[in-house]
């Protein structure tokens, strides 16, 4: 009997060298889990039941153990290198035949598919192909569109700034036209009693001859009248001649070198000479037969003078062409009031539209929350007109500098596959060449209740078995279901050092078993050489 437990010994202790053996040769093996041989001896039993001094007839294998434990995450320069920290198992399909896997290393086929190296595929839950939403129910093998993005039409458009409330009226804001009942005319001056009139600066009087001549803007005329009263009054006293959003003319005194004795925007009277009371009511506010106008003509987007600030932002039409929506603001004389003028690519314009601020740089008109209606002509082939919102929602005025908050538009152009990134929920993101991401669907893993009961089919892979139980699939970070990490993978949680011990004891129990035969061969050479 000696022999055969002592052959039994061998027979465990070289299962044991086995195992040890392959937990080493896979020690750089993505995902291996290490397995460890268990033993239980052996005790012959009679029908009559055994007595307390029963001695064992050897050992045998009980059972080799895989050893789920978690490894260490290694990272990669491979996005497709996924990597499970905590429970779950890759679900992968083979043309229908289901298997499991801790190894992450994947890559694209042809078709857009995310396979193993052995061909099988990573399946998962797919996303709706046009919203990219993940559609959670069937599990189906995961698949790469290289399909380019749809473009999508600029349908919001995003702008706040702040607007300096130390701004001056821009000096285009005097160059409108002059109208009579709503149409352009030309005011003309001729010699005589018409072209004089009076002006009073800070209690120095002075007449003064508007030149002859022929004015059919504000600016031309405010430029003639400036002239006019400077030239008629002492060189150390100056007037300047404006003209605000209301149509008033406006004369502002100011001092001139060390002699003047005038402060700056001392008191300017303004009166009729005589019976000119033609003349005297262009500088009243609409009154009279002849008005000046303010509106779009005062506006010209290719001079820099007819605004206060501007910017830019490009917007998408129909066919993702891009398009350059530009906003000009212009300060009014009116405090706490801007309009606003739009263009699409220079051309027609939009506005204007009134901004009013309250006294603590609030934009109050347009009312927060409502939108302004944009509508541009496109010649690209693409719907025209381009209609879209504008929020000026964030829009203040406050005592700094011009500056740009917000300037966001919800469109964008087509745009190529580039790249793909796994978040840790596992969802699959595709990034296009035009800055936009989509869903490609959310990779799927898998858990059973007895890990230890799956078969083991070689190539890094597990099959279900009745002692396992049914798998249970979710997205990662669900259940009791790890998190995944993309450009990493996970290392064999196999310890060499641990390894080398266990060699070493396992020589030991083969070697000490080997010596039982010996011992055994020497008692029985013994008993055959009694005489």
């Known amino acids: ?201 800070d209690g120095i009087p002075a007449t003064v001859t508007l030149p002859a001549g022929s004015y059919s803007s504000r600016g031309e005329l405010a430029a003639a009248l400036q002239d006019a009263i400077n030239n008629s009054l002492p060189p150390t006293v100056k007037v300047d001649v404006t003209v605000d959003n209301t149509n008033n003319f406006i004369l502002t005194s100011r001092s001139v070198g060390s002699l003047g004795a005038l402060g700056n925007g001392s008191t300017v009277s303004l009166a009729a000479n005589g019976a000119n009371t033609g003349f005297a009511d262009i500088f009243n506010s609409g009154s009279g037969s002849i008005a000046a106008t303010t509106g779009i003509d005062m506006f010209d987007p290719n001079n820099t003078n007819s605004y206060t600030a501007s910017t830019a932002q490009t917007i998408f039409d129909t066919l993702g062409n891009p398009h350059t929506l530009s906003l000009y603001y212009v300060k009014t004389s009116e ?71 917000t300037l966001v538009q919800d469109g964008y152009t087509s745009g190529k596959l580039s790249g793909l990134s796994i978040a840790n929920d596992g969802t699959v993101l595709g990034r296009y060449s035009n800055g936009q991401s989509r869903n490609m669907g959310q990779l799927v893993l898998a858990n059973f209740n007895n890990p230890n009961g799956l078969q083991s089919l070689g190539n890094n892979l597990w099959a279900e078995t009745t002692e396992s139980g049914s798998p249970i699939p979710g997205g990662p970070g669900t259940g009791n279901l790890g998190l995944v990490k993309s450009g990493a993978l996970e290392d064999a949680n196999v310890d060499l050092t641990a390894e080398l011990v266990n060699m070493i004891t396992a020589q030991r129990a083969y070697q000490a078993n080997a010596q039982s035969i010996k011992t055994q061969d020497q008692i029985m050479q013994t008993l055959v050489n009694l005489r």
């Open 1 to 201: 009997m000696s022999f055969q437990q002592a052959l039994s010994g061998l027979n465990v202790a070289n299962a044991s060298l086995n195992a040890i053996g392959n937990n080493i040769a896979n020690g750089s093996t993505a995902g291996f889990k290490g397995a460890t041989a268990q033993f239980a001896d052996v005790f012959a039993v009679s029908m009559q039941g055994g007595g307390s001094s029963s001695i064992g007839i050897g050992a045998r294998v009980d059972g080799v153990r895989q050893q789920f434990t978690q490894g260490n995450l290694t990272t990669t320069n491979n996005p497709l290198d996924i990597a499970i920290n905590g429970g779950g198992f890759f679900r992968l399909d083979n043309n229908g035949s289901i298997s499991y896997s801790r190894n992450g290393q994947f890559l694209l086929d042809r078709e857009g598919f995310i396979i193993n190296n052995g061909g099988l595929k990573l399946t998962g839950f797919a996303a709706d192909p046009v919203t990219g939403a993940v559609i959670p129910g069937n599990i189906v093998p995961l698949q790469v569109s290289n399909e380019a993005i749809a473009p999508k039409v600029t349908s919001l458009s995003q702008v706040s700034v702040n607007l300096d409330s130390r701004a001056l009226p821009p000096v285009s804001m005097t160059h409108g036209t002059l109208t009579s009942n709503g149409s352009p005319v030309t005011y003309t001056v001729t010699p005589g009693a018409n072209d004089s009139f009076n002006v009073t600066v």
């Open 335 to 405: 405090p706490g009031k801007w309009q606003l003028y739009t263009t699409l690519d220079g051309s027609a314009v939009n506005g204007p539209t009134d901004l009013t601020f309250n006294g603590k740089g609030t934009l109050v008109t347009p009312a927060v929350g409502v939108k302004l209606p944009q509508n541009f002509q496109v010649y690209t082939g693409a719907l025209s007109p381009l209609a879209f919102d504008l929020d000026l929602t964030g829009t203040t005025q406050y005592g700094i500098a011009f500056g740009t908050n």
